[in-house]
């Protein structure tokens, strides 16, 4: 099963929407777990511990970060961007999608942008 983690700042409309329609889902916040203002490469070594794929709306430096830990050959077992700009709604069902018909190991060294299209 694949295993997230919400940064602190990602949209716990999101979280709490994934938990209604998927109550078995397997999500934490990053505040829940003591890691309120650590900065970017402390939750990506966390996530990579604790192999969770990072759930986040942050493009400008968690990209660099992730692609850095590739780089550099330390796990990393994913980052969704999430954009803002689409319905809450159209995010969580992609979520859903992902989380039913893929494998964790599939999103490893991966940094992957949602909506999986264009969502009017």
């Not at 203002?37 to 493009?59: F, N, Q, S, Y």
């Not at 995010?91 to 859903?96: A, G, K, Q, R, T």
């Not at 989380?99 to 999103?107: G, H, P, Q, T």
């Amino acid at each position: 099963m694949i295993r997230l983690a919400a940064d602190e700042n990602f949209n716990n409309h999101v979280v709490r929407g994934l938990l209604l329609r998927k109550p078995d889902i397997d999500i934490i916040c990053i505040q829940d777990v003591g890691l309120s203002g650590k900065d970017d490469p402390t939750i990506l070594e966390w996530a990579a511990r604790e192999k969770r794929i990072l759930l986040t709306h942050d493009v400008e430096t968690i990209t660099y970060f992730a692609y850095d830990r590739v780089r550099a050959g330390l796990a990393m077992p994913g980052v969704f961007i999430l954009s803002q700009n689409i319905a809450i709604s159209h995010i969580i069902e992609d979520l859903l999608l992902i989380i039913e018909c893929s494998k964790a190991n599939e999103w490893e060294n991966q940094v992957f942008f949602l909506p999986l299209k264009n969502k009017a």
